[in-house]
């Protein structure tokens, strides 16, 4: 055991959440009397992803190596165009490989950090051990885990919650002419086919007249072959944007678990932190600032010792959140069809602070109002009655 490098914390995946960890442990001051390893099994030298997020300037954006933001947008539907300011919020865009520099060059100044290249194979709670391919690691405080491997995320049934993946294929394009708005990003198009139980749509962020992110995503349980998004995307821009003329400079594939599952219980010693905690909110698969909240929250509980290291959603809007899901998994009514009434009867900036879960009560039920009654009212009934089955369960 005491050949074996022993460090007070380790932190498993170099993505946004165990990245951000780091950072905010260094300048909190907590690295310094103490060791921080972080293992990933990527050099993070790629753009393999986009973070994009909607918040109020605050100070804490300030920091960040925001490339682009947006003060409006634009939703599209068969029956409706629709152009709108996001006051008091903006919309804001991080490159993957402009946070990864950001963060490791500040890690790479600390002499109490070490960041080496592995895979994870195993960890031992009881005896606080973190095995890899080439060696193994010990940690005397806590062992932060972030890493976890998508296709057995959908294996992890819980009768009480719903599951559906937010998945899609972006291509970051360059035209020959002037095709888009700069200032203005499509935050949802759904002028293309619907899918069954669940949402398409696509989704454009214009970085310049002639260049733009354009995305087609899917919320639904069931995953696509590749070339399924590719012929999408390409019909989405060619035929639903009129865009023939153009080359493809970047491309984003990705899938992300939308549901109120927290797929890894902490123990006293291993905490999942990222999509393990429960930070990506289920009926929009955004995760940026509640991740970055969940951080500020386990910082705080290692300056105070207090042990509290829960992801604080509202168990309110978890509610929300299962009642939207259940309708669209269930064809109650189809996503077009919730999204565009929701979008028809609500301003954008007001359906953003629901999401952003700052709402009243009040501003709720005016937003649910909105929706196609029967299908929320069945799923409110459905949800419910799930609810008083679960903490039956527990109470047994």
Not at 183 to 208: A, C, H, N, Q, W
Not at 243 to 258: A, G, H, L, R, V
Not at 306 to 313: G, K, M, P, R, Y
Request: charged fraction near 25%.
């Amino acid at each position: 055991m005491n050949n074996i490098p022993s460090y007070d914390y380790i932190i498993g995946g170099a993505g946004l959440a165990g990245l951000t960890l780091a950072w905010q442990m260094l300048d909190s001051g907590l690295l310094d009397n103490r060791k921080l390893l972080i293992i990933d099994r990527d050099k993070k030298n790629t753009n393999d992803r986009t973070w994009c997020f909607w918040a109020k300037p605050d100070n804490w954006l300030k920091a960040l190596p925001i490339s682009k933001s947006w003060k409006d947008a634009r939703v599209q539907g068969s029956d409706f165009d629709l152009k709108q300011s996001l006051e008091p919020y903006e919309y804001f865009k991080i490159e993957g490989i402009d946070y990864y520099n950001f963060i490791l060059n500040k890690l790479s100044r600390s002499t109490q950090i070490t960041v080496i290249q592995d895979f994870i194979v195993d960890e031992d709670a009881k005896n606080k051990m973190v095995k890899t391919q080439a060696g193994q690691y010990q940690f005397t405080e806590y062992f932060f885990k972030s890493y976890f491997i998508a296709d057995e995320l959908s294996g992890i049934k819980d009768p009480n919650k719903h599951f559906i993946w937010q998945h899609f294929l972006g291509w970051k394009i360059k035209t020959k002419l002037a095709c888009f708005d700069p200032e203005t990003i499509t935050y949802m198009d759904m002028r293309v086919p619907e899918v069954k139980s669940g949402l398409s749509f696509g989704y454009v962020l214009p970085e310049k007249p002639s260049e733009a992110l354009v995305e087609y995503t899917l919320f639904s349980a069931e995953l696509w072959k590749k070339e399924d998004y590719e012929s999408s995307l390409r019909y989405y821009i060619e035929k639903t944007l009129n865009i023939t003329d153009y080359e493809i400079e970047e491309e984003e594939f990705n899938k992300i678990p939308m549901t109120n599952t927290v797929f890894e219980q902490r123990n006293k010693s291993i905490i999942p932190i990222g999509t393990l905690a429960g930070t990506v909110k289920p009926s929009t698969g955004y995760s940026f600032v509640r991740n970055y909240q969940h951080i500020q929250l386990i910082v705080d509980s290692l300056k105070n010792n207090t042990q509290c290291f829960e992801s604080a959603n509202s168990k309110r809007f978890r509610f929300y959140d299962e009642v939207l899901m259940n309708v669209l998994v269930t064809e109650k009514s189809s996503g077009h069809a919730v999204f565009g009434k929701l979008y028809k009867g609500n301003t954008l900036a007001a359906l953003l602070k629901f999401l952003n879960e700052e709402s009243s009560l009040w501003e709720d039920l005016k937003i649910m109002n909105t929706v196609p009654k029967w299908a929320f009212i069945k799923a409110v009934v459905e949800e419910f009655s799930r609810f008083l089955r679960g903490n039956n369960n527990k109470a047994n």
